[in-house]
């Protein structure tokens, strides 16, 4: 029986390949703002949709890339697991939300990145098409897998230039039976040492949330774990509605600070992502900041100037990504290592050797 | 295509004896005399790594001391055009570190140093010749360790375990080393610095450390690495289950992954095995048992004794004959004693063994060891299980007397019938020892030519003259046609609008 929905995406990289046309792999746009802009034909992956197979007790789910998220985690949390790193859902035109596929091409990971991993880490294989329209199936939909080279991971957060995500089986893990949030009133200095401190302790700890002064912890494990920390760390509990509401709406970017970042960017701001070692001091920057991951990443919603910003996320071992912004004249992406930069090319043409998948969507020269 | 191939012919003497001439003469130029070896009784001691089955001379051996000294052979022999074999400890189990008859084996044994030690943000510095053990060591005193326990982790190193993405037993809960390494520091076959991943939590651009990680000294050569260090638990304990039927301590694997729980270990041995273990260290092993599973929970000891009760009911309703729980550290380190010993314990009971490393899914546990029975009378060689179960990896060992070609010959066809089952059951052919050259053949199986070809053109991208350890990991077109096997095809799975599950 043909596969109707991978024949027609088959033909399509095809085409575009003989006629020299480059396409911009869409799913639901929910990312529309990220990256630097879309270019080429459309190419919506939404009609490859579907859970393939999800077999609870191998902790494995294999999904056709244009599944909306909602979808894929909806029927994981039937069976009581889930997608531990919190992926995050921004709005889409469709209201579907975004689609797995468009979540592993981002490779962006909510709250609890610092302490269950990011997208990658739960990446088991994936299927793509290359840009000679060729269905290539790399890792597979065991635990550990040492066969080959890893290319089923390389495409996380690839941005869509190596090809087209056709299907991906991810690792899933049971919910946590338990989970409690604590507020502390806090400075950024104070907040980042007890984070570190904590990090260093055999703590559930989940996420972890810094802004004006005020540190949000989530505990998440077996129910007496998560009590006995929640007695020893004191703080005052947040009522768990509430809380639930708080760690969706950061990971959405839905919630006060991220509003009144948008409301900046539409000002002429910029809103930062800052991925820096948890121990870095503050920095000190002009603007609003919101830590999370515990230290490890921070928004900053400022309007200085891209240079500055990227200089100090530098001096600290860190890199700034330009997360959203009206003007992306200043790169997106920090820019890379001399042979950083060619192997980035390298690899392009490796996959796409006419430069037909997402042209420039992660690096201005890169396939366009 | 410029494809690296292992030399399928001996080269001959004289083009040896001169090619040796060359490379030596311009390594003396970059290395002092100390760290340089080309007489065949000192790279001899070179000459294969665990795996003993295949060997090869080096046209000589390097031994530098620096950073700036590897950037320099790597310049000479990218000159030359003569292949780079990077080479640890040398207790790699799939060939990865065998030598190339024409190449330069690069030792980065000196590589020893511990840099730095951060419990602050939970990280160690290290150069790529520290031993795996050695770090949980240095990290102890402040309360953390590095999780991934390789059963080699005495002697083995972390640039070995960066090359081949080693696992160990406490997988499944706290992930492989590609989960527990920010960055890793090396040099281009150019010789060239370069950085993947960082201390951070994630980079600008293409995500390259899960390339690098597992790609068994292809693509890169490792000189440093920054490794997470976790926190110790507060309290491991163990149950030792014993089951008189292989398919109910399968099933027994399943249910408490479906009860929701995540063991810190769960380790399967089959009967042979574990006699072979009980005669080594005397543990106190169910002999009678057909399977047995040693299942850990850690982490406060609230935590522990719920999960420990949680295991022993879903154990004891799937069948379990008898069930111990560990009641001191002492104890629980005898359960694992035999475990950890299963390779020891085998090279004590035959000449030799062949540890085969391939992975199922979890739920194909029982029909994997029944097949490999049924193998046992098909070549009439005897083979020990081991399995990281909660993995669904399998350390098949396959006993065997190297002195008769005839057992060694069978030997290979039956490792060869386990990793083709595998990939047929919806595994792969190797979970954590990598594919080196023992299992280039199996890699035909598991991949098709095209998918092949773009690991090739990986390996082009970041080495294109091949001479990064060339022949390893992935098979050419040739060798694929003239070894006859068929690829297990994959694509997508059909139908997902039926609900499965």
Same mark, same amino acid.
């Given at each position: 029986?043909?596969?109707?929905?991978?024949?027609?995406? /088959?033909?399509?990289?095809?085409? #575009?390949?003989a006629?020299?046309?480059?396409?911009?792999?869409?799913?639901?746009?929910?990312?529309?703002?990220?990256?630097?802009?879309?270019q080429?034909?459309?190419?919506?992956?939404?009609?490859?949709?579907?859970?393939?197979?999800?077999e609870? /007790?191998?902790?494995v789910?294999?999904?056709?890339?244009?599944?909306?998220?909602?979808?894929?985690?909806?029927?994981?949390?039937?069976?009581?697991?889930?997608?531990?790193?919190?992926p995050?859902?921004?709005?889409?035109?469709?209201?579907?939300?975004?689609?797995?596929?468009?979540?592993?091409a981002?490779?962006?990971?909510?709250?609890?990145?610092?302490?269950?991993?990011?997208?990658?880490?739960?990446?088991l294989?994936?299927?793509?098409?290359?840009?000679? #329209?060729?269905?290539?199936?790399?890792?597979?939909?065991?635990?550990?897998?040492?066969?080959?080279?890893?290319?089923?991971?390389?495409?996380?957060?690839?941005?869509?230039?190596?090809?087209?995500?056709?299907?991906?089986?991810?690792?899933?893990?049971?919910? #946590?039976?338990?989970?409690?949030?604590?507020?502390?009133?806090?400075?950024?200095?104070?907040?980042?040492?007890?984070? &570190?401190?904590?990090?260093?302790?055999?703590?559930?700890?989940? #996420?972890?949330?810094?802004?004006?002064?005020?540190?949000?912890?989530?505990?998440?494990g077996?129910?007496?774990?998560?009590?006995?920390?929640?007695?020893?760390?004191?703080?005052? /509990?947040?009522?768990?509605?509430?809380?639930?509401?708080?760690?969706?709406?950061?990971?959405?970017?839905?919630?006060?600070?991220?509003?009144g970042?948008?409301?900046?960017?539409?000002?002429?701001?910029?809103l930062?992502?800052?991925?820096?070692?948890?121990?870095?001091?503050?920095?000190?920057?002009?603007?609003?900041?919101?830590?999370?991951?515990?230290?490890a990443?921070?928004?900053?919603?400022?309007?200085?100037?891209?240079?500055?910003?990227?200089?100090?996320?530098?001096?600290?071992?860190?890199?700034a /990504?330009?997360?959203?912004?009206?003007?992306k004249?200043a790169?997106?992406?920090?820019?890379?290592?001399?042979?950083?930069?060619?192997?980035?090319r390298?690899?392009?043409?490796?996959?796409?050797?006419?430069?037909?998948? &997402?042209?420039?969507?992660?690096?201005?020269?890169?396939?366009? | 295509?410029?494809?690296?191939?292992?030399?399928?012919?001996?080269?001959?003497?004289?083009?040896?004896?001169?090619?040796?001439?060359d490379?030596?003469?311009?390594?003396?130029?970059?290395?002092?005399?100390?760290?340089?070896?080309?007489?065949?009784?000192?790279?001899?001691?070179?000459?294969?790594?665990?795996?003993?089955?295949?060997?090869?001379?080096?046209?000589?051996?390097?031994?530098?001391e620096?950073?700036a000294?590897?950037?320099a052979?790597?310049?000479?022999?990218?000159?030359?055009?003569?292949?780079?074999?990077?080479?640890?400890?040398?207790?790699?189990?799939?060939?990865?570190?065998?030598?190339?008859?024409?190449?330069?084996?690069l030792?980065?044994?000196?590589?020893?140093?511990?840099?730095?030690?951060?419990?602050?943000?939970?990280?160690?510095?290290?150069?790529?010749?520290?031993?795996?053990?050695?770090?949980?060591?240095?990290?102890?005193?402040?309360?953390?360790?590095?999780?991934?326990?390789?059963?080699?982790?005495?002697?083995?190193?972390?640039?070995?375990?960066?090359?081949?993405?080693?696992?160990?037993?406490?997988c499944?809960?706290?992930?492989?080393?590609?989960?527990?390494?920010?960055r890793?520091?090396?040099l281009?076959?150019?010789?060239?610095?370069?950085?993947?991943?960082?201390?951070?939590?994630?980079?600008?651009?293409?995500?390259?450390?899960?390339?690098?990680?597992?790609?068994?000294?292809?693509?890169a050569?490792?000189?440093?690495?920054?490794?997470?260090?976790?926190?110790?638990?507060?309290?491991?304990?163990?149950?030792?289950a014993?089951?008189?039927?292989?398919?109910?301590?399968?099933?027994?694997?399943?249910?408490?992954?479906?009860?929701?729980?995540?063991?810190?270990?769960?380790?399967?041995?089959?009967?042979?095995?574990?006699?072979?273990?009980?005669?080594?260290?005397?543990?106190?092993?169910?002999?009678?048992?057909?399977?047995?599973?040693?299942?850990?929970?850690?982490?406060?000891?609230?935590?522990v004794?719920?999960?420990?009760?949680?295991?022993?009911?879903?154990?004891?309703?799937?069948?379990?004959?008898?069930?111990?729980?560990?009641?001191?550290?002492?104890?629980?380190?005898?359960?694992?004693?035999?475990?950890?010993?299963?390779?020891?314990?085998?090279?004590?009971?035959?000449?030799? =063994?062949?540890?085969?490393?391939?992975?199922?899914?979890?739920?194909?546990?029982?029909?994997?060891?029944?097949?490999?029975?049924?193998?046992?009378?098909? =070549?009439?060689?005897?083979?020990?299980?081991?399995?990281?179960?909660g993995?669904?990896?399998?350390?098949p060992?396959?006993?065997?007397?190297?002195?008769?070609?005839?057992?060694?010959h069978?030997?290979?066809?039956?490792?060869?019938?386990?990793?083709?089952?595998?990939?047929?059951?919806?595994?792969?052919?190797?979970?954590?020892?990598?594919?080196?050259?023992?299992?280039?053949?199996?890699?035909?199986?598991?991949?098709?030519?095209e998918?092949?070809?773009?690991?090739?053109?990986?390996?082009?991208?970041?080495?294109?003259?091949?001479?990064?350890?060339?022949g390893?990991?992935?098979?050419?077109?040739?060798?694929?046609?003239?070894?006859?096997?068929?690829?297990?095809?994959?694509?997508?799975?059909?139908?997902?609008?039926l609900?499965?599950?």
């Amino acid at each position: 029986m043909t596969d109707v929905a991978l024949q027609a995406l /088959t033909d399509r990289v095809r085409d #575009a390949r003989a006629a020299r046309t480059p396409l911009c792999i869409r799913g639901a746009g929910s990312k529309d703002f990220y990256g630097e802009a879309p270019q080429g034909t459309l190419l919506d992956t939404r009609g490859l949709s579907g859970i393939s197979s999800y077999e609870p /007790t191998e902790l494995v789910v294999t999904v056709r890339a244009g599944t909306p998220l909602a979808e894929l985690e909806a029927a994981l949390a039937g069976q009581g697991q889930c997608l531990p790193f919190d992926p995050p859902r921004f709005a889409s035109g469709d209201g579907q939300g975004g689609t797995v596929g468009g979540m592993v091409a981002a490779g962006l990971a909510g709250p609890s990145r610092a302490t269950v991993g990011g997208v990658r880490d739960y990446v088991l294989g994936a299927s793509v098409l290359n840009g000679q #329209a060729e269905l290539l199936s790399f890792g597979g939909t065991v635990m550990k897998n040492v066969a080959g080279y890893d290319v089923s991971r390389l495409i996380v957060g690839s941005m869509g230039v190596l090809g087209l995500i056709c299907e991906v089986s991810l690792k899933v893990l049971p919910q #946590a039976p338990a989970t409690q949030t604590l507020r502390f009133e806090m400075g950024e200095t104070a907040a980042l040492a007890q984070l &570190n401190a904590w990090g260093g302790q055999p703590l559930p700890l989940s #996420a972890s949330a810094w802004w004006d002064g005020m540190l949000v912890l989530r505990l998440a494990g077996a129910g007496a774990a998560v009590a006995a920390a929640a007695q020893r760390l004191g703080g005052e /509990t947040i009522e768990p509605a509430l809380a639930a509401a708080f760690w969706t709406g950061l990971r959405d970017h839905g919630d006060e600070f991220f509003v009144g970042a948008a409301k900046a960017v539409d000002g002429g701001a910029t809103l930062w992502r800052l991925g820096l070692p948890s121990t870095a001091p503050p920095l000190g920057l002009s603007g609003q900041q919101m830590v999370e991951w515990g230290g490890a990443q921070r928004w900053l919603c400022s309007p200085m100037p891209a240079a500055k910003v990227r200089e100090a996320a530098a001096a600290v071992g860190g890199h700034a /990504t330009l997360f959203r912004g009206l003007d992306k004249s200043a790169g997106v992406f920090a820019p890379l290592s001399a042979p950083l930069a060619r192997i980035h090319r390298e690899l392009k043409r490796a996959f796409d050797p006419d430069g037909i998948f &997402n042209p420039g969507r992660l690096y201005p020269g890169l396939g366009s | 295509m410029n494809a690296p191939e292992l030399p399928t012919a001996v080269p001959a003497a004289a083009e040896r004896a001169a090619r040796q001439r060359d490379v030596v003469a311009a390594l003396q130029a970059v290395l002092p005399a100390h760290a340089l070896l080309w007489h065949a009784e000192d790279t001899t001691p070179y000459e294969c790594d665990g795996l003993t089955a295949y060997r090869e001379r080096p046209l000589s051996v390097a031994l530098p001391e620096t950073e700036a000294q590897v950037a320099a052979v790597l310049k000479v022999c990218h000159a030359l055009k003569v292949p780079v074999v990077a080479r640890g400890a040398g207790t790699g189990l799939s060939g990865g570190a065998l030598p190339h008859a024409l190449g330069v084996t690069l030792s980065l044994a000196k590589f020893n140093k511990i840099l730095g030690m951060d419990p602050a943000s939970r990280t160690a510095v290290v150069q790529c010749g520290v031993r795996n053990l050695a770090i949980s060591e240095a990290a102890a005193p402040h309360g953390l360790y590095y999780a991934p326990d390789p059963s080699s982790q005495i002697a083995c190193t972390i640039g070995g375990n960066v090359a081949e993405n080693s696992g160990g037993v406490h997988c499944l809960k706290y992930g492989l080393t590609l989960h527990n390494v920010l960055r890793v520091r090396g040099l281009t076959i150019e010789g060239e610095v370069v950085e993947f991943g960082s201390e951070a939590l994630d980079v600008p651009g293409l995500d390259l450390l899960p390339i690098i990680v597992g790609s068994e000294g292809m693509l890169a050569v490792t000189t440093e690495v920054t490794v997470k260090l976790v926190p110790k638990p507060l309290l491991a304990r163990c149950i030792m289950a014993s089951f008189d039927d292989i398919r109910k301590a399968g099933d027994a694997v399943a249910a408490i992954i479906a009860a929701g729980i995540i063991p810190a270990g769960l380790e399967l041995m089959d009967k042979p095995m574990t006699a072979a273990v009980e005669d080594f260290v005397h543990a106190g092993y169910d002999l009678k048992a057909e399977a047995i599973l040693l299942c850990e929970s850690d982490g406060t000891p609230e935590e522990v004794a719920e999960e420990i009760d949680r295991m022993l009911d879903v154990l004891a309703g799937a069948g379990a004959m008898r069930m111990e729980v560990s009641k001191d550290e002492a104890q629980r380190l005898k359960f694992w004693s035999g475990r950890k010993n299963a390779f020891p314990a085998s090279g004590r009971i035959s000449p030799d =063994y062949m540890c085969m490393d391939s992975t199922i899914p979890r739920k194909k546990l029982a029909d994997i060891l029944l097949a490999i029975q049924d193998m046992e009378r098909k =070549y009439d060689l005897k083979c020990c299980n081991v399995f990281h179960a909660g993995d669904g990896n399998l350390h098949p060992l396959i006993l065997f007397d190297a002195n008769d070609p005839d057992q060694l010959h069978r030997c290979e066809l039956f490792g060869a019938d386990i990793l083709e089952t595998s990939v047929r059951m919806g595994g792969t052919v190797t979970g954590e020892h990598g594919v080196g050259v023992e299992k280039l053949g199996s890699m035909c199986v598991q991949f098709s030519p095209e998918e092949r070809e773009q690991m090739f053109a990986v390996k082009r991208a970041f080495d294109p003259d091949g001479l990064l350890n060339p022949g390893k990991v992935i098979p050419t077109l040739q060798r694929c046609a003239e070894g006859g096997k068929m690829h297990v095809k994959k694509g997508l799975l059909p139908f997902p609008e039926l609900e499965r599950f």
